[in-house]
């Protein structure tokens, strides 16, 4: 089984980037996903997720605006957007897929928000 997540870097507050996840080792189409994120210092946040069939999404309210989680059950990979970036944004973000008792994280993206 493997979560590899990329698409992470350094961008200026207000900018963009697009965060990957690709799957493998699993049948993905069946798993929800999920994005979590860890801050320096700070314990690992939930950001959001995407159910299997990807027509219901949830993302915390302090990104919900900002950030669009989305996959392709076709190409076995999950997507967080994110807009508007803020230096508050600047963490690890992790990919994680769930099904029942069943899970897997990926090895985490570093985002870093800053000018």
């Known amino acids: 089984v493997q979560l590899v997540e990329s698409g992470g870097g350094l961008v200026q507050p207000g900018g963009s980037l697009r965060l990957s996840c690709a799957a493998s080792?699993?049948?993905?189409?069946?798993?929800?996903m999920a994005w979590y994120r860890q801050a320096p210092g700070k314990e690992r946040e939930w950001v959001g997720d995407?159910?299997?069939?990807?027509?219901?999404?949830h993302c915390r309210n302090s990104v919900k605006d900002r950030f669009t989680i989305s996959r392709d059950n076709a190409k076995n990979t999950v997507w967080l957007q994110m807009n508007s970036l803020k230096p508050e944004d600047t963490a690890v973000y992790y990919c994680?897929?769930?099904?029942?008792?069943?899970?897997?994280w990926g090895k985490g993206t570093l985002v870093t928000v800053s000018s």
């Open positions: 994680y897929a769930q099904r029942g008792s069943i899970s897997y």
């Open positions: 080792g699993f049948p993905f189409s069946i798993y929800s």
């Open positions: 995407i159910n299997s069939d990807g027509d219901n999404t």
